[in-house]
């Protein structure tokens, strides 16, 4: 009798033990989001779009992702940036009053939604997105291309995890643009910017697939090529995830 309770016993802590293995969470690779905000009007800004853009590169086949916000408080100085737009300034100050800041600056990068630094600081940038690669996510996108046409894209996506209490967002980034600037204080320089937001838009519902469109806006010429990113967040604005489709 005695022998086959402790049989039974150890069925039973065999069955629980797997049973429990079959609920742990998944765990995909670790994704960095480098968000820069800058502006083509300040003097500062150059030697951060150049940090961006070697990231970017280095790092283009690790799940690292880089995206430029021109914002427009620097515009009333001469020049406006082509690519400045109130929205990115109103991001950046969503962001400032996540973390409790006072004031916005440029050049400023966010990582993953979670913390920012001088955009410039490339010990601190190398540092940081070795620091966020350890992280893995509890949540992966997976982001197939549909229809790529002169005013629209259109792609489908599935999100593999839980999307409890998370907010979605399409960015559309031009991948790079030179452009001489004539005025202000960078006057007389050609700038060379990359990963350059022009639109971002949040799904008004997340699911856990679905197809989505995005408008290509005028600003996009047909020598431009473009990137699309799905990047998920929670509701304190911290990114859990993103993915990236490349369009040549």
Same mark, same amino acid.
């Given at each position: 009798?005695?022998?086959?309770?402790? !049989?039974?016993?150890?069925?039973?802590?065999?069955?629980?033990?797997? @049973?429990?293995?079959?609920?742990?969470?998944?765990?995909? #690779? @670790?994704?960095? &989001?480098?968000?820069?905000?800058?502006?083509?009007?300040?003097?500062?800004?150059?030697?951060?779009?150049?940090?961006?853009?070697?990231?970017? #590169?280095?790092?283009?086949?690790?799940?690292?992702?880089?995206?430029?916000?021109?914002? #427009?408080?620097?515009?009333?100085?001469?020049?406006?940036?082509?690519?400045?737009?109130?929205?990115?300034?109103?991001?950046?100050?969503?962001?400032?009053?996540?973390?409790?800041?006072?004031?916005?600056?440029?050049? %400023?990068? !966010?990582?993953?939604?979670?913390?920012?630094?001088?955009?410039?600081?490339?010990?601190?940038?190398?540092?940081?997105?070795?620091?966020?690669?350890?992280?893995?996510?509890? &949540?992966?996108?997976?982001?197939? %291309?549909?229809?790529?046409?002169?005013?629209?894209?259109?792609?489908?996506?599935?999100?593999?995890?839980?999307?409890?209490?998370?907010? %979605?967002?399409?960015?559309?980034?031009?991948?790079?643009?030179?452009?001489?600037?004539?005025?202000?204080?960078?006057?007389?320089?050609?700038?060379?910017? @990359?990963?350059?937001?022009?639109?971002?838009?949040?799904?008004?519902?997340?699911?856990?697939?679905?197809?989505?469109?995005? #408008?290509?806006?005028?600003?996009?010429?047909?020598?431009?090529?473009?990137?699309?990113?799905?990047?998920?967040?929670?509701?304190?604005?911290?990114?859990?995830?993103?993915?990236?489709?490349?369009?040549?």
């Amino acid at each position: 009798m005695k022998r086959k309770y402790l !049989i039974t016993l150890s069925l039973f802590t065999l069955i629980f033990f797997t @049973s429990f293995s079959n609920w742990t969470v998944k765990k995909h #690779d @670790s994704v960095v &989001v480098l968000e820069l905000f800058t502006s083509q009007g300040c003097s500062s800004c150059p030697s951060a779009d150049a940090l961006l853009e070697k990231v970017g #590169d280095e790092f283009k086949t690790k799940n690292v992702f880089t995206l430029s916000y021109h914002v #427009d408080y620097w515009d009333y100085i001469g020049w406006k940036d082509p690519f400045s737009q109130k929205q990115f300034t109103d991001k950046q100050r969503a962001y400032a009053r996540k973390f409790r800041d006072n004031q916005i600056y440029t050049p %400023a990068v !966010i990582v993953n939604g979670k913390e920012h630094f001088v955009g410039s600081n490339r010990a601190k940038m190398y540092a940081k997105i070795k620091a966020y690669k350890k992280e893995l996510s509890t &949540v992966g996108i997976s982001l197939c %291309a549909i229809e790529n046409t002169a005013k629209k894209i259109k792609f489908n996506y599935t999100i593999n995890g839980s999307i409890s209490n998370t907010k %979605a967002r399409v960015v559309l980034a031009i991948q790079e643009r030179t452009t001489k600037v004539k005025r202000g204080e960078n006057a007389r320089r050609t700038l060379k910017n @990359s990963h350059i937001v022009v639109a971002e838009k949040y799904l008004t519902n997340v699911e856990a697939s679905g197809n989505y469109t995005i #408008d290509i806006p005028k600003i996009v010429t047909k020598n431009d090529k473009l990137s699309v990113y799905m990047i998920l967040e929670n509701t304190q604005k911290d990114i859990l995830t993103a993915q990236k489709l490349d369009f040549l």
